[in-house]
């Protein structure tokens, strides 16, 4: 595998189901991201890690639970989402040095649909 | 939040024409960055511009870091039917690292 990979490509879930969405990285960086994309909007951030520690999370509502266990796997947890939630969810990775260039890669996504 | 500006919205070009879009921010950007999209697929990264006035090239893509540090282009030379998709500009404030802010996308069609 190269690049950043993600699973499942799509999923479809109920509002009561719990699902898990997984994001690999094989480029030795040290930050991931998770980002929200919806029809005619900017892409959204949600999480930042650094080096296995959340920096950032951009106001994510509680029913999204990130988890980064190691630098190179990010999963994105999910519990009673609702239909507005629907999107494709892109993983990001990135070798962060301190205030400088931050050249992110993304990979394919998942498109998630809430019913 | 800071916003990016891009346009425009949607392109609809004949194969061979030139293409030029842009983007804008009401505030001063380190580092800005141009992706495309295809359908089914994350943004890939095309071209990375680190400094005021840069022009960089990736084929037949030619990018430029504006001056005021505001603003970016993004041209694409004789188009071809694999240039279609939505190309996106993101822009790095200073003092944001780790964080990049993402234009609304051009959406290029191209036509024989």
């Known amino acids: 595998e190269t690049g950043v990979t993600q699973t499942p490509r799509h999923l479809v879930m109920g509002m009561t189901n719990k699902k898990s969405l997984k994001c690999e990285q094989h480029?030795?960086?040290?930050?991931m991201y998770w980002y929200k994309q919806s029809a005619k909007k900017p892409l959204e951030l949600m999480f930042v890690?650094?080096?296995?520690?959340?920096?950032e999370n951009n106001s994510v509502p509680s029913r999204f639970s990130p988890e980064c266990p190691n630098s190179s796997h990010l999963f994105l947890h999910l519990h009673t989402l609702q239909p507005e939630d629907s999107a494709l969810y892109l993983c990001?990775?990135?070798?962060?040095?301190?205030?400088?260039?931050?050249?992110?890669?993304f990979g394919p996504g998942t498109r998630l649909t809430v019913l | 939040g800071q916003q990016l500006n891009q346009s425009p919205q949607s392109m609809f070009i004949q194969e061979g024409e030139d293409v030029s879009m842009n983007c804008t921010s009401s505030?001063?950007?380190?580092?800005w960055l141009w992706y495309k999209q295809e359908p089914g697929e994350g943004p890939v990264l095309l071209i990375a511009?680190?400094?005021?006035?840069e022009l960089t090239s990736n084929g037949r893509l030619t990018a430029q870091f504006g001056i005021t540090r505001k603003d970016s282009f993004l041209n694409i030379s004789a188009s071809i039917p694999s240039d279609v998709g939505i190309y996106f500009c993101?822009?790095?404030?200073?003092?944001?690292?780790?964080?990049?802010?993402f234009g609304t996308g051009t959406r290029l069609q191209v036509t024989l």
């Open positions: 990001a990775s990135s070798q962060e040095p301190s205030g400088g260039v931050n050249e992110q890669f």
């Open positions: 480029l030795g960086h040290n930050a």
């Open positions: 890690y650094n080096f296995k520690e959340q920096t």
């Open positions: 505030s001063i950007f380190n580092t």
């Open positions: 511009l680190y400094k005021a006035g």
């Open positions: 993101a822009g790095q404030e200073t003092g944001t690292a780790s964080k990049l802010t």
